[in-house]
């Protein structure tokens, strides 16, 4: 949910002013963020120019017919594709949707992403991929219908049970938390998937023409140019111990080894 100045809008489904605002899948209060910027992430107009300039660069063997720039962009395929997704995504829907973290959510292998969108589109929204992130989905749908999805989803493919721990062969229901009140708090996808599926017309099936202006051969998210490309990860500090313990047992150069210690004793 988003809220301008910080207030709560008047039209938002399931909201009642006299109770604190709790998420309605799970029940549990909001994580408040901010501030951010809910506008369009993009002058569209602008980012299709310069795609059309670098098609006709890359079509020139890297430089623009109008000799500007006058040298050829060496990422200049990364840069088109980033462009292009940056052009097909969304303009009006700030934020997004990490699929594998929903699926995550209610134990569930992460739905294809072309078939998490289609069932968005057959619903009666709009939704896209996302310039930044190729797990990540933008729509104009509300997170019921999302959510919605998902259980859909995982009554066609049930998810696999959590295994449950010793606590749970007490009495608690499989993955919940340390009971509450004497009583068992259920696991968040439980909760989840036990609620009603209340969107109409989700359906998977791919149709005909679906996403047909979508242009192809476009890397949008470009590989890393090489292999080990990048920074490379920290000593930890255990290695940094037995690195350092090494050098100090280590014998320096021409140095002689310690004599065991000698005692004098009296004749």
């Known amino acids: 949910n988003v809220y301008r100045n910080g207030r709560a809008p008047s039209n938002v489904d399931d909201i009642n002013a006299d109770e604190p605002l709790v998420c309605a899948e799970t029940g549990g209060p909001y994580k408040m963020g901010g501030p951010l910027w809910i506008g369009p992430l993009h002058d569209v107009d602008v980012v299709n120019d310069a795609v059309d300039r670098l098609e006709a660069a890359m079509a020139n063997d890297g430089v623009h017919p109008s000799s500007v720039p006058a040298h050829p962009l060496h990422t200049a395929k990364t840069l088109h594709g980033l462009l292009v997704a940056a052009s097909e995504e969304l303009p009006n829907a700030p934020l997004y949707h990490l699929l594998p973290n929903l699926c995550s959510a209610v134990n569930s292998a992460t739905i294809p992403m072309r078939t998490f969108r289609?069932?968005?589109?057959?619903?009666?929204?709009?939704?896209?991929?996302?310039?930044?992130d190729p797990n990540a989905v933008k729509t104009d749908a509300p997170d019921r219908v999302v959510w919605d999805v998902v259980r859909a989803?995982?009554?066609?493919?049930?998810?696999?049970?959590?295994?449950?721990?010793?606590?749970?062969?007490?009495?608690?229901?499989?993955?919940?938390?340390?009971?509450?009140?004497?009583?068992?708090?259920?696991?968040?996808?439980?909760?989840?998937?036990?609620?009603?599926?209340?969107?109409?017309?989700?359906?998977?099936?791919?149709?005909?023409?679906?996403?047909?202006?979508?242009?192809?051969?476009?890397?949008?998210?470009?590989?890393?140019?090489?292999?080990?490309?990048?920074?490379?990860?920290?000593?930890?500090?255990?290695?940094?111990?037995?690195?350092?313990?090494e050098e100090e047992e280590a014998p320096g150069d021409g140095a002689e080894e310690p004599c065991a210690k000698q005692t004098k004793t009296s004749g």
């Open 118 to 132: 289609v069932a968005l589109v057959n619903a009666g929204y709009k939704a896209s991929a996302y310039h930044k």
């Open 153 to 245: 989803w995982c009554k066609e493919h049930p998810p696999a049970e959590r295994k449950g721990s010793k606590r749970h062969q007490k009495g608690e229901e499989k993955g919940s938390n340390a009971p509450i009140n004497g009583k068992p708090k259920p696991d968040v996808a439980t909760m989840i998937l036990s609620r009603e599926i209340r969107t109409e017309g989700i359906d998977f099936t791919i149709p005909k023409g679906f996403e047909e202006g979508r242009r192809k051969g476009v890397t949008r998210w470009a590989l890393n140019p090489e292999a080990n490309w990048g920074p490379k990860k920290a000593a930890s500090g255990s290695n940094r111990t037995k690195r350092k313990q």
